[in-house]
Structures are given as C-alpha cells and as structure tokens.
C-alpha cells in the first residue's frame, strides 16, 4: 500500500491552532479500548473537516497504545515508547506530560480551529477523555512571543517528507512540549544579549558567527551534526497565551526519536552547557506520540 504523512504536518501558512491530549477511558493497554480509539479517529477526522472548510488535523498515538491495538495497524517504530521527565544536573527539569492521543486542529482562524477540534472530542467521547488543551497562534512574521523567528533553519517543504517518515511504517514521529515565558526576564537584557541566548539577530534570524556565540546558545545546543551531517527534524511550533501567561507549544517532527533526546539532553545540561533560554522558559510537560501515514486511519 501507498502510504503518505497526514497532510496537516506540513501545511504551513495556519494562523490558528488547537491541541488536544486524550486519555482512553478503559487504560493505553487495553487493546479494545485502543483500536476503538484509532477507528474513531478516521471518522473524526472526516466530522472534522466537514464541520469546517480549510482545517488540516493531524493526529498521533502513544506507542503503547498503537501496539496494543493489534496487527493490522502494523507496529510503532521502535524504541519510541512515552516521555520521561528528564533533569539536568544542577536540577533543572523537562517533565513528562504523555497521554494516549495527540490531536492537532490548525486552521484560517481560531473560530474554524474551535469547530475542528470540537468535531474531533466528540467522535473520541465515548473512549477517551480530554486530558489537556491549548490554543495556540501565529505571532507575526513566525515569531516566537520573546520576537524572534522561529523556524529559519527548517529544511525546505519537499524535502521534509523525506527527513521525518519513519522507514517501513510512513509515519512520523511527534515530540510536543508546551513552554512557558518569563519575557520581563529576557527582555530585562540588552538585545545584544538576548541574541546571544538564542545564537541569532532579531530582527531578520541572521546566525551569530561562531565566536560571538556562546556554547549556551540555543542554536549551539540544538544544531547537532553527526559525522559532519546535520541531524534534521520539522519544527511547527506555535505561541499560545496573553499578558499574564504565555510561551510556546514546541511541536517537532523527526523520524528518529533519538536526535530530539539528543537535543534535549543538551538543553538541560546533561552533556555541555544548560541552554540560554532555560534561564526565561520552561517546560511544563512534554510526550512523544506516533504519528501514523493517513492512510492507516481513513483507509
Ligand atoms: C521555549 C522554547 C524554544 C524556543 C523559544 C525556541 C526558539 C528557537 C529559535 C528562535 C530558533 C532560531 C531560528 C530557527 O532556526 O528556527 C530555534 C532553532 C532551533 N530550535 Fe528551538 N526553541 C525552543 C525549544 C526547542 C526545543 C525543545 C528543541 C529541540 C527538542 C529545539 C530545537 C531547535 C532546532 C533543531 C533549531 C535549529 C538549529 C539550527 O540548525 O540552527 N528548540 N529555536
């Protein structure tokens, strides 16, 4: 069979964006209880789009409940398993916040987005409850809320198929983590500072030469080449929030599970300098979840 990656992962161009993170009423490892969750989520993606024009969704399982849901799903890639929370050695903590599915309802505007994301918990009610939610937006030109562009060092659209499906299952792999910021503290910092807590201008993302930036900068921590190649993965993370709480829900597509381990091990601190941005951003929870080739969930 044919297979190709839910089309939402690489629709860019979305100002409005919904997640929602589902439990299975009956547990992950039921096998029931899962398979009934993955043959709900075809229909619901349908009811999805109906209730809305123009709403791309995108919907992952956690590994166990992909494997427990038997054979004809074909097995989750392996070692993908859940988040555990990881800390660094001074104490600093990515907790985990993995639940059983993983929907995410982009669109035109947040009223289209509403519409998707409440056809998608219907057609779920009756084997999984809402766990967690998050709106989210595009802010300006791709920026992140501290005003920095998010997204400059994403490879190009055609090549991105290629770098994030999982060989043999034509999936993908999700990694989600919601941020929360501390702007007052970046911007208590002069802007030559705060382009060196990332490793790249403000105003236009241009790269820091390498003696200007730090090993703490975030792009010295991230950017890894293995064997003088880059490790790629799809970054589509989107800000959410207002004046008094607000951040990043990071969503990043990879088909190895290990290059984000890598990445995060090296934000905490685990092996080199802790991350810059930790000092003004922190995460509040974080889970891996499969994300299977459409064609596994509307036939
Ligand atoms: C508060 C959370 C975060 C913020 C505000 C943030 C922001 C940024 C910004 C502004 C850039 C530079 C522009 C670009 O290339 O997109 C960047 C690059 C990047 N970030 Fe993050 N990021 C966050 C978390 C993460 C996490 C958790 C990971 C990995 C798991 C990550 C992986 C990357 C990668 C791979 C790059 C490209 C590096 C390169 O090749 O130059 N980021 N991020």
């Given amino acids: 069979m044919t297979?190709?990656?839910?089309?939402?992962?690489?629709?860019?161009?979305?100002?409005?964006?919904?997640?929602?993170?589902?439990?299975?009423?009956?547990?992950?490892?039921?096998?029931?209880?899962?398979?009934?969750?993955?043959?709900?989520?075809?229909?619901?993606?349908?009811?999805?789009?109906?209730?809305?024009?123009?709403?791309?969704?995108?919907?992952?399982?956690?590994?166990?409940?992909?494997?427990?849901?038997?054979?004809?799903?074909?097995?989750p890639p392996a070692g993908l398993?859940?988040?555990?929370?990881?800390?660094?050695?001074?104490?600093?903590?990515?907790?985990?916040?993995?639940?059983?599915?993983?929907?995410?309802?982009?669109?035109?505007?947040?009223?289209?987005?509403?519409?998707?994301?409440?056809?998608?918990?219907?057609?779920?009610?009756?084997?999984?409850?809402l766990a967690a939610?998050?709106?989210?937006?595009?802010?300006?030109?791709?920026?992140?809320?501290?005003?920095?562009?998010?997204?400059?060092?994403?490879?190009p659209v055609v090549e991105s198929p290629g770098i994030i499906t999982v060989p043999d299952t034509g999936g993908t792999i999700v990694f989600v983590q919601r941020w929360v910021h501390d702007l007052a503290a970046l911007h208590a910092h002069p802007l030559h500072e705060q382009e060196r807590i990332i490793g790249r201008t403000k105003a236009d993302s241009v790269e820091l030469d390498d003696d200007a930036r730090p090993e703490s900068a975030h792009i010295s921590r991230v950017a890894i080449e293995d064997d003088g190649e880059e490790l790629e993965v799809v970054r589509r993370s989107t800000p959410f929030g207002g004046v008094a709480e607000n951040g990043l829900v990071f969503v990043a597509f990879t088909?190895?599970?290990?290059?984000?381990?890598?990445?995060?091990?090296?934000?905490?601190?685990?092996?080199?300098?802790?991350?810059?941005?930790?000092?003004w951003s922190t995460p509040t929870s974080a889970a891996y979840y499969y994300v299977p080739p459409a064609e596994a969930l509307i036939g």
């Fill in 255 to 279: 088909r190895d599970r290990d290059r984000i381990d890598r990445m995060l091990r090296r934000m905490v601190g685990l092996d080199g300098p802790r991350d810059a941005l930790t000092a």
């Fill in 133 to 155: 939610e998050q709106s989210a937006f595009a802010y300006h030109d791709s920026r992140d809320l501290s005003g920095f562009i998010d997204g400059t060092e994403n490879p």
């Fill in 81 to 129: 398993g859940d988040f555990e929370t990881l800390t660094g050695p001074d104490g600093f903590s990515m907790p985990s916040g993995q639940h059983d599915v993983w929907v995410w309802v982009s669109a035109a505007g947040p009223d289209d987005a509403l519409d998707a994301a409440r056809a998608v918990a219907a057609a779920l009610a009756p084997c999984a409850r």
């Fill in 3 to 75: 297979t190709s990656l839910q089309s939402g992962i690489l629709a860019f161009g979305t100002r409005a964006h919904h997640y929602l993170e589902f439990d299975l009423i009956d547990g992950a490892a039921n096998a029931d209880a899962s398979a009934a969750a993955i043959s709900a989520a075809g229909p619901g993606l349908t009811n999805a789009r109906a209730a809305t024009a123009g709403a791309s969704i995108v919907v992952g399982f956690r590994s166990s409940v992909w494997a427990s849901s038997g054979a004809t799903t074909g097995a």
